[in-house]
């Protein structure tokens, strides 16, 4: 498959394992904040969103937690499965201008 | 319902030559935005059409170009390409970019693998 990005930080796990992938931000003026997934030959992949008023979403296994206080994101992947390795990119929205900016994004690895 | 679809999916070009890409969004959809992908910079924003018009543009040169079809269908383009062009371009569509407060969903295409020799 196509590499998308090299060098990046890496995350292995085993599968069952709860996964927790971080991001920092840039902009304390940010006012939305998004996780992709992105597969190997393919685009990224909505997870999960948040709005900078709120510290915790919920998804289906997925929780996206804030922290404005450190301009800090993470997600977390509970009972990671190997269908979940894939690169995960964080991406700010600035309401102003609605142009997403995307963090380096982090390879996760789920072992069997 | 059909995903965003991009063509061509791989494309080789020499430097000084121009090429074109395509995308199709999901039916309905009427903002598309465009993405540059690689190694060294990540992914980063080109520009973002909405009916035919150009809402947003990130900074890249002039040489980078879109353009929007009545069908919402984008077409990019990229003039006297240079070896630091080659990269993974994405196409991504949404209802509408902008929601007041908020963001829709972006769906993204594969992306075209565009190698600059």
């Known amino acids: 498959g196509e590499s998308v990005g090299l060098h990046l930080p890496t995350l292995s796990v085993q599968e069952g394992d709860n996964s927790i992938i971080n991001c920092a931000y840039s902009?304390?003026?940010?006012?939305?904040f998004i996780w992709y997934k992105q597969e190997s030959g393919k685009g990224p992949q909505f997870i999960i969103d948040?709005?900078?008023?709120?510290d915790k979403r919920q998804g289906q296994r997925v929780t996206v937690l804030l922290n404005k206080t450190v301009k800090h994101l993470s997600l977390q992947i509970a009972a990671t499965q190997p269908g979940d390795s894939a690169v995960y990119f964080c991406?700010?929205?600035?309401?102003?201008?609605?142009?997403?900016?995307f963090g380096r994004g982090t390879s996760l690895i789920v072992h069997p | 319902k059909a995903g965003v679809t991009q063509t061509p999916r791989y494309l080789i070009k020499t430097r000084g030559q121009q090429v074109t890409l395509s995308c199709s969004p999901i039916s309905g959809h009427r903002s598309v935005s465009w993405y540059q992908q690689t190694p060294g910079q990540g992914l980063q924003f080109l520009f973002e059409?909405?009916?035919?018009?150009?809402?947003n543009k990130g900074n890249f040169p002039g040489r980078f170009s879109g353009r929007q079809f009545s069908n919402s269908r984008s077409e990019m383009n990229v003039s006297t390409l240079e070896l630091g062009d080659s990269a993974l371009y994405l196409c991504?569509?949404?209802?509408?970019?902008?929601?007041?407060?908020?963001?829709?969903?972006?769906?993204f295409g594969p992306g075209t693998r565009l190698t600059v020799l």
């Open positions: 059409y909405f009916s035919e018009t150009q809402r």
């Open positions: 991406a700010e929205v600035s309401g102003g201008s609605y142009i997403p900016t």
């Open positions: 948040i709005r900078s008023n709120m």
């Open positions: 902009n304390s003026a940010s006012d939305y």
């Open positions: 991504a569509s949404s209802l509408d970019f902008r929601v007041a407060g908020g963001h829709n969903e972006q769906f």
